[in-house]
């Protein structure tokens, strides 16, 4: 069954027309427009769509993350895609913590609009290109933040297992996720727990938290 999509955004002239470009895919069963947030309101509780297309000309950013957790809350099977505003890492990270599937930049074009659709209708998340770019430029920059605070920069093999001790693994469940031996996730934790002068997971969670390197 073909999907139904709501458009909230504005002006009127953009919106109309971007309708009218999509209903030619004939991917969708339905497109409605709202341009403000009470029609959207009503519709969501008269006939919540599958997809749900929120710009960030509509909502301020706090505001953006308040509605989107009453929208996923009361709709749980809403797939919400956010056209944001050049949002830096943090913000879209916390867009996706809230609930969104999908993740477009007003630079996207209309080929990564219909590609983020698709993953949509596979159940996947889709992020833009220019946000994935962000995204490692964000991280490459905390790696080595992180790796300048101590004078013996872990390896990224380390880091990738500091991670996963953040996660709570043991040394046998890192051994069978990375596909290596428990010896040798011994050898790396030891190699951590000297490069980080810390004593034990404790330390290297503590250590992790201090330089971001989770959340």
């Known amino acids: 069954m073909k999907p139904?999509?709501?458009?909230?955004?504005?002006?009127?002239?953009?919106?109309?027309?971007?309708?009218?470009?999509?209903?030619?895919?004939?991917?969708?069963?339905?497109?409605?427009?709202?341009?403000?947030?009470?029609?959207?309101?009503?519709?969501?509780?008269?006939?919540?769509?599958?997809?749900?297309?929120?710009?960030?000309?509509?909502?301020?950013?706090?505001?953006?993350?308040k509605s989107i957790e009453n929208i996923t809350a009361e709709n749980k099977d809403i797939k919400i895609i956010i056209i944001g505003n050049s949002y830096d890492v943090i913000d879209i990270r916390k867009l996706f913590n809230k609930g969104i599937k999908s993740y477009l930049d007003k630079n996207s074009r209309y080929d990564e609009f219909m590609k983020s659709i698709q993953a949509l209708l596979l159940n996947e998340?889709?992020?833009c290109n220019h946000a994935k770019e962000s995204m490692i430029h964000f991280l490459s920059n905390e790696q080595e933040k992180a790796n300048s605070h101590i004078k013996d920069p872990l390896t990224r093999?380390?880091?990738?297992?500091?991670?996963?001790?953040?996660?709570?693994?043991?040394?046998?469940?890192?051994?069978?996720?990375?596909?290596?031996?428990?010896?040798?996730?011994?050898?790396?934790?030891?190699?951590?727990?000297?490069?980080?002068?810390?004593?034990?997971?404790?330390?290297?969670?503590?250590?992790?938290?201090?330089?971001?390197?989770?959340?």
């Open 4 to 65: 139904r999509l709501t458009i909230f955004d504005e002006p009127m002239l953009y919106t109309e027309g971007l309708s009218k470009l999509l209903s030619q895919s004939k991917i969708f069963n339905t497109i409605n427009i709202c341009n403000s947030f009470e029609t959207l309101s009503k519709q969501l509780q008269e006939e919540a769509p599958e997809i749900l297309m929120i710009s960030s000309n509509m909502l301020m950013l706090t505001d953006l993350y």
């Open 125 to 127: 998340i889709y992020i």
């Open 157 to 215: 093999r380390e880091m990738e297992i500091l991670r996963l001790i953040c996660d709570g693994l043991s040394s046998k469940d890192i051994s069978e996720k990375l596909f290596i031996s428990i010896n040798t996730v011994e050898t790396h934790r030891k190699r951590i727990l000297l490069k980080l002068n810390v004593k034990n997971s404790v330390g290297v969670v503590k250590y992790a938290l201090e330089n971001h390197i989770i959340d």
